[in-house]
């Protein structure tokens, strides 16, 4: 290794010595002098050496030695790549799954429908870049019905979705979108007009009806068909179960945050009735 550093150190100065006067000329003279000073530089750093470009000295010809250690370097960097994207996903993955878990905790503490509609939407709005969320409960099938064939628009537009078990993830046709997500050209000072391009739609099985969380966001490339639903189909797990523990009998159609209450002003209170003193009947 040392002989190896010895070799380029010489290398570099005798092109110094043999007239090199170009920008790194003085570069090159100072590493061949350091490499001098320290010839087991490449013993304490064997990293450096693996990178360095070294021209066997038959010349031109190239040693089957020296093109397995090409092809070798050349998959080494390969594979760094990969494990480059690999911890960086990871990374994502674990980021995601403690907000999911968090979110899965203040489900477990809510203790009404309202609540988990509110639960739902705070978070997933701020922890997980989203623009809309909807919480919808389809309109169980009458007896007479059993196929879902009724006049509820909700019902019809997801009839396929409702024996669905994994969440389904891409762009919605117009129908849905407006159903789900209202109409976007409607902006109030709560809510303003945002065009949902793309959704990530969880199926909700509970107490023998249906539902759907919707997630939507403006960007078309937020939630592609491609993207896993591991965790989002846990989530839809978990808000089931919740659910079966809350009456859903007269739950509304769309569970949404409630508007605050109006502020009532007390009525005033009249004045108390002075009582007249009683007068003095003569004898």
């Known amino acids: ?7 380029g150190s010489a290398t570099a100065s005798d092109a110094v010595a043999a007239g090199d006067e170009g920008p790194d000329a003085g570069l090159a003279a100072t ?4 490499l001098r000073a320290h010839p087991d530089f490449f013993d304490q750093h064997a990293d450096v050496l693996s990178q360095l470009h070294l021209v066997h000295s038959s010349g031109a010809a190239v040693s089957l030695i020296q093109r397995q250690v090409t092809v070798l370097r050349t998959q080494l960097e390969t594979e760094r790549g990969r494990l480059s994207q690999l911890i960086a996903r990871a990374r994502e993955y674990e980021s ?9 905790l203040q489900v477990i503490a809510a203790t009404t429908l309202e609540q988990v509609g509110v639960v739902l939407a705070e978070a997933l709005m701020s922890e997980f870049s989203a623009q809309a969320v909807t919480l919808k409960l389809f309109a169980p099938a009458p007896a007479a019905d059993p196929a879902g064939d009724g006049t509820d628009p909700v019902t019809l537009a997801f009839r396929d979705f409702m024996e669905r078990k994994h969440a389904l ?7 849905k979108n407006r159903i789900l997500f209202g109409d976007p050209t409607v902006a109030s000072a709560d809510a303003p007009a945002v065009a949902i391009q793309c959704a990530v739609l969880v199926p909700i099985h509970a ?9 939507g966001a403006a960007d078309p490339d937020r939630f592609r068909p491609d993207m896993r639903t591991d965790l989002l189909d846990r989530l839809g797990e978990i808000v089931s179960q919740k659910l079966l523990m809350l009456p859903l009998e007269a739950a509304p159609a769309t569970v949404e945050p409630a508007p605050p209450a109006p502020q009532i002003e007390p009525e005033p209170t009249p004045p108390p009735k002075r009582k007249r003193a009683k007068r003095a009947v003569p004898e």
């Open 1 to 7: 290794m040392s002989k190896t550093g010895a070799k």
């Open 31 to 34: 590493v061949a002098a350091y």
């Open 96 to 104: 995601f799954s403690a907000r999911v878990h968090a979110l899965v």
């Open 169 to 175: 993830c891409g762009p919605l046709d117009e129908a």
């Open 207 to 215: 107490n023998g009806r249906s539902g759907v969380l919707a997630i």
